[in-house]
């Protein structure tokens, strides 16, 4: 995918600021495991910063998300161990917002986060130790806590380096019955939504069921369980247990079973995928050319990370979309797009602006946003880019 800028350190709006650093951006696909993963990684300081902008609570879709995974996991405890009391550890823990549906079910809850976005977390009462995820902050933690029932990632577990690592100190903490449950981007969705915009140098990893069953096994684990879930446009919920602990799911056989009819874990899948997205990208393109040409006045909603992807691999600057629309109280408000000039400003005054056209960059939860934007009197209509570019008109 050629070279792209990390999709969370976003310059202010300032014309003079320095150069956007970009960085090789390439899949590339373990022959033995079947993992697939980015050729390129940069050091997690430079990914994870302090600064880093991102706050789970402001995506509605996603608390939606966590509030089912947490009553579907205790109901799952508690049916298995009615006498205990459980304690869960969060990591990448982020504003807190997962946690706080396990201490709304009754769970002690505990989390590990490096950026600011711990202090938001504190602020609210749930309680998070500011540092990255490392045998360094487990032990910390388990000082802190002790052994807990539940260690949780959700969207963190392919992002850190060094997932046997990773496993090791989740196994450290974990009391001998206890649960892991981490939720990814699933490749399969991935491939069949056409997602190029999740590709980005925070995704180190794109899980399969047959990829991540063989990183849990080398680690100590099972892989008990799959769901497949809405999140991020298509994602997995996977448990697992250490070997030997709980009974295998007849889900996890079922998953493996549907990837090898499509080629995903032989490497088949690559070279159509691959076509597939230059024939997608040229259509896009072509479609913004052509509204713009026509004196459309186009904006953009929702500066998710993957938008960042989406405009960089387009090539689209402010010429093309005049300004994305951020929710009220997001940090990335004030910011610009990097390696653009395309500001990131409030939703409220992007409509105020009057576009006649809205490019849906937070297309995996089109639906809400549409319904939304739609309730705010947005009378224009919307570009959706995936996993077909098509415009979708307003009832007139």
Same mark, same amino acid.
């Given at each position: 995918?050629?070279?792209?800028?990390?999709?969370?350190?976003?310059?202010?709006?300032?014309?003079?600021?320095?150069?956007?650093?970009?960085?090789?951006?390439?899949?590339?696909?373990?022959?033995?495991?079947?993992?697939?993963?980015?050729?390129?990684?940069?050091?997690?300081?430079?990914?994870?910063?302090?600064?880093?902008?991102?706050?789970?609570?402001?995506?509605?879709?996603?608390?939606?998300?966590?509030?089912?995974?947490?009553?579907?996991?205790?109901?799952?405890?508690?049916?298995?161990?009615?006498?205990?009391?459980?304690?869960?550890?969060?990591?990448?823990?982020?504003?807190?917002?997962?946690?706080?549906?396990?201490?709304?079910?009754?769970?002690?809850?505990?989390?590990?986060?490096?950026?600011?976005?711990?202090?938001?977390?504190?602020?609210?009462?749930?309680?998070?130790?500011?540092?990255?995820?490392?045998?360094?902050?487990?032990?910390?933690?388990?000082?802190?806590?002790?052994?807990?029932?539940?260690?949780?990632?959700?969207?963190?577990?392919?992002?850190?380096?060094?997932?046997?690592?990773?496993?090791?100190?989740?196994?450290?903490?974990?009391?001998?019955?206890?649960?892991?449950?981490?939720?990814?981007?699933?490749?399969?969705?991935?491939?069949?939504?056409?997602?190029?915009?999740?590709?980005?140098?925070?995704? =180190?990893?794109?899980?399969?069921?047959?990829?991540?069953?063989? !990183?849990?096994?080398?680690? %100590?684990? +099972? /892989? @008990?369980?799959?769901?497949?879930?809405?999140?991020?446009?298509?994602?997995?919920?996977?448990?697992?247990?250490?070997?030997?602990?709980?009974?295998?799911?007849?889900?996890?056989?079922?998953?493996?079973?549907?990837?090898?009819?499509?080629?995903?874990?032989?490497?088949?899948?690559?070279?159509?995928?691959?076509?597939?997205?230059?024939?997608?990208?040229?259509?896009?393109?072509?479609?913004?050319?052509?509204?713009?040409?026509?004196?459309?006045?186009?904006?953009?909603?929702?500066?998710?990370?993957?938008?960042?992807?989406?405009?960089?691999?387009?090539?689209?600057?402010?010429?093309?979309?005049?300004?994305?629309?951020?929710?009220?109280?997001?940090?990335?408000?004030?910011?610009?797009?990097?390696?653009?000039?395309?500001?990131?400003?409030?939703?409220?005054? =992007?409509?105020?602006?009057?576009?006649?056209?809205?490019?849906? !960059?937070?297309?995996?939860? %089109?639906? +809400? /946003? @549409?319904?939304?934007?739609?309730?705010?009197?947005?009378?224009?209509?919307?570009?959706?880019?995936?996993?077909?570019?098509?415009?979708?008109?307003?009832?007139?």
């Amino acid at each position: 995918m050629g070279l792209a800028p990390l999709v969370n350190t976003l310059p202010p709006v300032d014309l003079d600021s320095p150069v956007d650093i970009v960085y090789d951006l390439a899949l590339i696909q373990c022959e033995e495991c079947t993992l697939v993963q980015l050729r390129f990684a940069p050091d997690m300081q430079s990914v994870f910063p302090e600064s880093y902008p991102y706050l789970s609570g402001l995506t509605t879709p996603l608390v939606r998300n966590f509030q089912n995974q947490a009553l579907d996991v205790v109901k799952f405890l508690k049916e298995k161990f009615p006498e205990n009391y459980f304690k869960v550890l969060d990591i990448g823990s982020n504003d807190g917002t997962l946690l706080k549906c396990y201490s709304d079910l009754g769970c002690d809850v505990y989390g590990i986060e490096p950026t600011q976005a711990s202090d938001v977390a504190n602020a609210n009462g749930i309680k998070t130790l500011k540092a990255y995820f490392n045998s360094q902050s487990v032990a910390h933690a388990k000082g802190e806590i002790g052994k807990v029932s539940l260690v949780t990632a959700t969207n963190v577990f392919a992002h850190i380096p060094n997932p046997l690592q990773i496993l090791a100190d989740i196994s450290e903490i974990l009391e001998e019955e206890g649960l892991f449950v981490s939720e990814n981007h699933y490749l399969s969705d991935l491939v069949d939504q056409l997602q190029i915009d999740t590709i980005y140098h925070e995704h =180190l990893r794109y899980y399969t069921v047959v990829s991540i069953e063989a !990183l849990l096994n080398r680690g %100590g684990f +099972d /892989l @008990i369980k799959v769901q497949k879930i809405e999140s991020h446009g298509g994602s997995v919920r996977i448990w697992a247990a250490r070997k030997g602990i709980m009974s295998i799911d007849a889900s996890v056989a079922e998953f493996k079973e549907s990837e090898k009819s499509a080629g995903i874990n032989d490497g088949s899948f690559l070279t159509t995928f691959d076509e597939s997205v230059k024939v997608w990208r040229n259509e896009l393109c072509a479609l913004i050319n052509s509204l713009n040409l026509k004196g459309a006045n186009i904006g953009g909603i929702g500066a998710p990370s993957r938008s960042v992807i989406m405009i960089s691999y387009l090539g689209l600057n402010h010429n093309d979309v005049f300004a994305i629309g951020e929710k009220t109280g997001s940090k990335k408000i004030g910011k610009r797009i990097p390696t653009t000039r395309i500001p990131i400003i409030d939703e409220a005054e =992007l409509l105020n602006l009057k576009p006649t056209h809205l490019l849906l !960059l937070s297309w995996h939860m %089109g639906d +809400d /946003l @549409i319904a939304n934007l739609r309730s705010k009197g947005f009378t224009g209509d919307f570009i959706v880019p995936l996993p077909t570019p098509r415009i979708l008109k307003a009832q007139r």
